[in-house]
């Protein structure tokens, strides 16, 4: 067989990772968020459908051939640990395929940051082709902007999803129109109703992506009350939840160096958080914390069921004492703590103990080296 030679790009979300990645455009045509780091010297372009489509004619070759290794003592085109192994020692370029077919060769995720721009002609075919080529795909998913969501018509989304589409990730960000015009995201509150309604109207699956912290101090209480108005309208089938941490490379970075961007420490981004949930009212989405820069991974559950339970952790960590949340915080961000409890486990919390004495012995904030540690998660 040829070297397997297919295109991918940088990112996805955590969610799909274990979906098998189909690049249809390169890097993010709108390119200015103010913090987002993602792309910034790299020009959007988009693939050619022929492109598009070897790729896909040379995933599907290679599924044939991991079928074929199979599994020793196994059923004929049954894809074990022991497939995988051997994959991994006679072709180890295709080894994120058998990956892929090990979990269930069913996701797909449609690459970069705003696939959707494609004409939809092409994305129609695109869609068609990918399911009769790899057809244990049932599940199809990409990110959009909610302006380019607005290109297509009710009937347009239809026939996405009819093709297969079946999820679409917005990055909402903020629903106050004040944050999203300071981050220069290119769209206001109400275009995000508009794009993520017709999406859901449309019987896609949605997922909203909100970023704590995204209005600084001057605007936190702003971004989570009109996050929480446009999440309310619209009611996504999942809300997920991301902290900002301010890359250098981001040109957020700077607005931060001369002030003009005062950002939040961990514990109000928390108060944030608390407010921006109790504000959720008459909507049945999905809350996930699954960013490894949320400091409280656990705040998770279906809406409205979970919103008590939600609160409470909030209010349990909230209440903590000051030095009890400085230990969790550095528990958290140095990977010893996932949930609250865990810094009653004595082996877990003795490391990060001895680590905050030592700090302290050093005159090192806090602050300073939680903001140090999360930007080895950025
Ligand atoms: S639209 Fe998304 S990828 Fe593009 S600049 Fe904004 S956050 Fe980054």
Redesign the pocket.
Known sequence: MERLDFEQGPIRPPSEAGSLLIRLTRN?P????L??P??KDEKFSRRSVAQIKADINAIAEAVERIKSIGSPGGLPGRITRQTVAGVQSEYPELLQIAYWLYGGGKNVFLQD??SLLLPLKDLLDILSFLKEKLPSIDRITT?A?SKTLLRFSQPDMELLRDHGLSRVHV?L?SGCDKVLDFMK?GVVGEQHVEAGSRVKAAGLSLSFYVILGLGGLPLWREHALDTAKVVNQVNPDFIRMRTLAIHPASPLYQHSLIGDFIPLSDDQVIREELLFIESLEGIESYFVSDHILNLLEEVEGQLPVAKELMLGIIRRYLNWPAEKREIFRLGRRTGYFRYLNDIEHKELAQPVEKYYTQLQSQNITIDEQIRQLMLRFI
């Open positions: 993010c709108w390119n200015r968020c913090f987002c993602v792309y940051g705003d990110y902007r990055g960000e995201k």
